[in-house]
């Protein structure tokens, strides 16, 4: 067995994951792959378009063998605390061999080089000047490098995907892992792609916009979208629950540093809707993307105390047959279970890690199309395919 981890999001899949899929089992000789994805809310700082099991169903009908949940915490974090849970899930399983991602360079190499460069410059007086100054910390890191490395390091930090290939590898050397990092080129379209060109493969946030407006199963095979899930579905919820909060809860909430609770606290009484409150409070130190993902962390209550403990146990969405032979070659270290309800009763840990997610996925169930009942996390069944 050569098995190899995936993180993702799959918000949808498209023909660009199944080509990743693909060649990963080509390039690497993968005979397994297990995909850590993120539940039904994303890095991007928003809901997932479908729910987590009808994402980890796409994904076992094109390739994967085994799906785990990415905690709530993480999946709506920074690329760093992101690649962290993500890669400490995998390592625990103890039996996975590598881990495949794309890249826009498509060079192990390079991005190696570039991860060492991004620890230098975190540790020099530039880069917290920069920060100091007003820079987002990507643009701070950005023009700590450009002053100590060459122009290949730096176009490599300047791209999404090589971004988050540069954590993953931080947090493989981190955990001092066993597992081998290697990266498929990117193909076609690149990362917030606006093309809807059938001859190409189409990004994910396209096929987002596309969705309501055109039959997209040429982009995004194997999907279901008979209830899809939309931020402007719980927008006046997350405004009234913001409008709640004093500032103390506010600053508890991840990522918010150097008095930023100030400026949201401000924001959220005068914003009506959710881009005028993201309008508000943008500057060229907080990007767009961190302050969604603020803004959901609030309202659902995550704090920064929930990132503070690593993943507290592996929860399985999804497996086909070779999904079993993974769990079988298995030595993990955490408990490993399709229940959430056994899962929150391994340890304290584990029960506070539960309740965060079914307390974020009931909200999630107000954001379908389709509105849902409470307590669907505990009573969900996997995905299991022959």
Known sequence: MNICGIICEYNPFHNGHKYHIEETRKQFEATHIVAVMSGNFTQRGEVAIVDKYKRAQTAL???????????????LSSAEQFAQGAVFLLNSL?????????????KIKLLRETAGAVYY??????????????????????????????????????????????EYIKAIDALASPIKPVTVKRYKANHDSETADPSEIVSASQLRK????KDISEFAPECDFSNTASLSNIETAILSKLRSMPKSMI?????????????IYKAVQVSTSLDELYFLIKTKRYTLARIRRIILSAFLGIT???????????????MNDRGKEILSEAKCDLPINTSLTQLAKTSDNAKKQAKLEERCDNQYAL???KKLVCGLDYTAKPVILS
Request: some cysteine.
């Open 61 to 75: 009908k094109n390739g994967v063998d085994l799906v785990i949940e990415l905690p709530v915490a993480y999946s």
């Open 210 to 213: 596309m969705i309501k407006e």
């Open 367 to 369: 954001a379908l199309e």
């Open 304 to 318: 920064k105390s929930d990132l503070k403990i690593n993943p507290s146990y592996v929860r399985i969405l999804g």
């Open 251 to 263: 600053e508890k909430t991840p990522n918010v540093l150097m008095g930023l609770e100030n400026r």
């Open 121 to 166: 410059a975190q540790e020099s007086d530039e880069f917290s000047t920069y920060l100091k100054n007003g820079l987002s910390y990507p643009a701070a890191l950005q023009k700590a490098i450009e002053k100590f490395y060459t122009d290949d390091v730096i176009e490599t930090l300047a791209t999404p995907n090589n971004t988050l290939a540069i």
């Open 94 to 106: 103890g039996c996975v061999n590598m881990l495949s991602f794309g890249s826009e360079c498509g």
